[in-house]
């Protein structure tokens, strides 16, 4: 599978995932901040009570985390999508497992973020042919 981003140039004919959003988990509380530190380090932190810290990561980074993929499955974006960085923190009701706040980080980047996907199937050969 690979996940090609809304409004990227020249699509291959997509076919849009569509969700019902009162079905989709989400966060009781999250804050996206942009990350101007100009600096490497990244963190990805779950903290007990249900907390999910994110430390300047790209909005790439929040979509391969958020739905399990390769940065090569991720196609079409546009610079900004790896070149801006972003801090985050979420609380989820309860304690659930960071397992189970990845289909929350997948709300948040769809609602807050406003971001669009499309899926797609691609061949992808590592020699290139």
Known sequence: MTLAIAGAQEPATPIEVLVATSSLP??????IK?????TFFQMIKPVAGGRLALT???VESL?????????F???GAPPWLISERYDIEAKAEGNPQFSAM???LQTLLRDRMQLKFHNESAD???DGG
């Open 56 to 58: 300047n990561l790209s």
């Open 102 to 104: 990845l289909p929350m």
């Open 73 to 75: 499955q991720v196609s």
């Open 124 to 126: 992808l050969c590592p």
């Open 34 to 38: 942009l990350n101007k530190s100009a």
């Open 26 to 31: 989400a966060f009781e509380v999250a804050s």
């Open 63 to 71: 979509i391969e985390l958020a739905y399990h993929l390769k940065d």
